[in-house]
Nanobody, 115 residues
Framework: VQLVESGGGLVQPGGSLRLSCAAS????????MSWYRQAPGKERELVAT????????NYADSVKGRFTISRDNAKNTMYLQMNSLEAEDTAVYYC?????????WGQGTQVTASS
């Protein structure tokens, strides 16, 4: 099983980034997928979740209206479009796959919003 995040980097406040999470080794289309993030000195927090078929999404209040989660089950890939980035969005972003008692995690990708 692998979850590989990509697309992180350094961006100025107000800028945009698109994260990707490429999945392999399990039946991607049957898992609920989520993005989490962890800032230095803080606990990991849920950013956004998307249902297995992609018909239902949920967001943390702090990112509503700025971030969009999506998935392409044909490509076994999940995305996070991040717009209007703020310094407070700086964190390591992790991809998560969940079904029943099973959780898979990626290694994380750093996102830094700074001038």
């Amino acid at each position: 099983v692998q979850l590989v995040e990509s697309g992180g980097g350094l961006v100025q406040p107000g800028g945009s980034l698109r994260l990707s999470c490429a999945a392999s080794g399990f039946t991607f289309s049957t898992y609920r997928m989520s993005w989490y993030r962890q800032a230095p000195g803080k606990e990991r927090e849920l950013v956004a979740t998307i249902s297995s078929a992609g018909g239902s999404t949920n967001y943390a209040d702090s990112v509503k209206g700025r971030f969009t989660i999506s998935r392409d089950n044909a490509k076994n890939t999940m995305y996070l479009q991040m717009n209007s980035l703020e310094a407070e969005d700086t964190a390591v972003y992790y991809c998560n796959a969940h079904k029943g008692i099973i959780d898979y995690w990626g290694q994380g990708t750093q996102v830094t919003a700074s001038s």
